[in-house]
């Protein structure tokens, strides 16, 4: 057992700037996780690996982030029954939207839910994977309150300074 909670797995190292967001939030709210680069296209083998073994190493649930023809959060889906978010990372070409595109449209049968493009849905990648393991862990549920009661009051009324 890896004693980890949450994977949070990318297609490159260059996903680290969109992904590292992820893991700045789930260590915010003390969630145990691990990163890995993990490449569909690159490391076949190292993703099937990856993904076969996880749920024997005790991970509860996965993030996948992928950018271009993003096929890692699907076909990390397809070999565990762990819930797998995917994040759509920012493409140079197309800004995302093949990202996105790759990751949403899965076949029924096998769900990868999809977060936003970029940092907003590494963030809430996060908060949805702790929110899932929250439904279980009474001290966790206690601590994604805390943080989502101090966003609200972070929130200005007016716009002036
Ligand atoms: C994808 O290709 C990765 O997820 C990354 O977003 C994109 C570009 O990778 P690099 O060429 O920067 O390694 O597989």
């Known amino acids: 057992m890896s004693g980890v909670d949450v994977g949070i797995i990318m297609?490159?190292?260059?996903?680290?700037?969109?992904?590292r967001h992820a893991a700045e939030t789930l260590e915010a709210l003390g969630v145990t996780h691990e990163c890995r680069v993990v490449s569909a296209h690159r490391t076949p083998q190292r993703l099937y690996?990856?993904?076969?073994?996880?749920v024997d190493r005790g991970l509860k649930?996965?993030?996948?982030?992928a950018g271009g023809a993003a096929h890692l959060p699907g076909m990390t889906a397809s070999m565990t029954r762990l819930p797998v978010l995917g994040v759509?990372?920012?493409?140079?070409a197309l800004k995302g939207m093949d990202s996105l595109m790759s990751i949403v449209q899965m076949p029924g049968g096998i769900p990868v839910g999809t977060l936003a493009i970029g940092k907003p849905g590494a963030i809430n990648a996060a908060l949805l994977a702790a929110a899932m393991l929250a439904n279980n862990d009474p001290a966790l549920a206690q601590r994604l309150d805390e943080w989502r009661a101090r966003?609200?009051?972070?929130?200005a009324?007016?716009?002036?300074?």
Not at 61 to 65: Q, R
């Open 151 to 155: 966003q609200t009051a972070s929130v």
């Open 49 to 54: 690996d990856y993904a076969r073994s996880a």
């Open 157 to 161: 009324e007016t716009v002036e300074d």
């Open 61 to 65: 649930v996965i993030i996948a982030g």
């Open 11 to 19: 297609g490159s190292r260059s996903d680290w700037d969109t992904m």
């Open 88 to 92: 759509p990372v920012e493409s140079k």
